[in-house]
């Protein structure tokens, strides 16, 4: 049997415990979990000169055992207008604490401009694709809590599980892994956070693919009790060879309707050219 890459054998060891994890601790006692369904859509030509429109709807399941330690599922429904570029590879609202990237990451082959497209041919490129989109396993837990000088800090991992059709371009069909660092500071009623994260992308035998570093900064302000608005901007390095580094700005709300139910949208305009030209996506969650 291949001996796995040193990289990849910690987070496949997460993926396994918290797979064991999810069920026992959905069911322990003082453990509070909730579910979420999302609608995310993104437009762009992402350096390609071709335009595609994404479609992702992420179901997302999260258990908090703790009150430092969270495990999340996401499960995603994924379309897209061409065979362009690989749609949803970034997408998805609850990737980080202030909404997973929502950047769609432009692959080898023909090139147009500064972005890269998949290997799709002249005959297909046009076809509209959908189906399943690669499943995510997050962990993270609150290694240090807020102080009066100091921010919570929080790292956390996670495993992508290639769910999705690389035949169709909805996926790389090879695993992903990540780590990162969150660390958020309230002032007031004011807020700022920031991540910074590694993704460790697994060998593609259609996509050439390369480790990237992925990031986001912002803030925002407590407006009511239930109200809060942000301001964001997040990227990351080249997802690909030859490709460009990704960046958009982002303004989100979140907004607590009831006790157990709450609301989350955005709307995402992209700086760089390999982000997507605009983008919008509204959640609601349960919590149990």
């Not at 000169?49 to 999260?62: C, K, N, Q, R, V």
């Not at 080898?108 to 690669?134: F, H, I, P, W, Y």
Request: proline share 5%.
């Amino acid at each position: 049997m291949k001996q796995l890459p040193g990289p990849v054998q910690p987070f496949l060891l997460l993926a396994a415990a918290a797979a064991i994890l999810l069920p026992v601790c959905a069911h322990a006692e003082g453990t509070a979990y909730s579910v979420g369904l999302g609608f995310e859509f993104a437009s762009g030509k992402y350096g390609t000169g071709i335009t595609t429109d994404s479609i992702y709807l992420p179901f997302t399941a999260t258990v908090n055992p703790t009150d430092r330690l969270d495990f999340s599922l996401e499960l995603p429904i994924v379309y897209q207008s061409t065979s362009a570029v690989v749609a949803g590879q970034f997408m998805g609202m609850q990737g980080q604490a202030t909404g997973s990237r929502s950047m769609m990451a432009p692959m080898n082959g023909q090139r147009t401009g500064s972005g890269a497209m998949t290997s799709a041919s002249a005959g297909n490129v046009d076809k509209s694709e959908a189906g399943l989109g690669d499943m995510k396993l997050k962990a993270g837990y609150v290694l240090y809590t807020e102080e009066r000088f100091v921010p919570a800090i929080r790292p956390n991992f996670y495993v992508k599980f290639p769910t999705a059709d690389k035949n169709k371009f909805l996926g790389s069909g090879a695993f992903d892994e990540g780590f990162a660092v969150e660390l958020t500071k309230w002032f007031g009623a004011w807020f700022a956070d920031c991540e910074a994260g590694y993704a460790f992308q697994g060998k593609s035998s259609v996509l050439a693919v390369k480790d990237y570093l992925y990031y986001y900064a912002g803030g925002g302000y407590q407006l009511t009790d239930r109200l809060r608005p942000m301001l964001f901007a997040k990227g990351s390095t080249p997802t690909v060879e030859g490709g460009a580094p990704l960046l958009e700005a982002r303004l989100r709300v979140k907004y607590q309707l009831t006790e157990h139910i709450g609301v989350d949208g955005y709307l995402a305009k992209g700086i760089a050219k390999a982000s997507p030209d605009y983008g919008t996506g509204l959640a609601i969650f349960y919590d149990f």
